[in-house]
């Protein structure tokens, strides 16, 4: 239930909280790298090795969150 409770419940608690101060579109787009920070944790702790396309897709999803924090601070 704890390991559920940090999870699950807590992200959720800091989305909305995001979503409040953020914006819709800037809190989806970092919540949505919440999959590669934890893939990235896992391939640090346990030394996985990590396929070329896993790379590609870390460094897109990680130029979209730029490009999408970027333009909205400008705004």
């Keep these: 239930m704890a390991v ?15 979503l409040r101060n953020l ?12 999959p590669f920070i934890g893939a990235a944790i896992t ?5 996985e090795p990590t396929p070329a396309p896993f790379w590609v897709a870390a460094s897109l999803m990680g130029i979209g969150v730029w490009l999408q924090s970027d333009r909205a601070s400008r705004a």
Excluded: E, K, M, Q
Aim: charged share 5%; aromatic share 12%; net charge positive.
């Design 4 to 18: 559920g409770l940090l999870g699950y419940g807590l992200s959720l608690v800091l989305f909305v909280r995001a």
């Design 23 to 34: 914006g819709t579109a800037r809190s989806g787009a970092y919540f949505s790298t919440a």
């Design 43 to 47: 391939i640090l702790l346990l030394g």
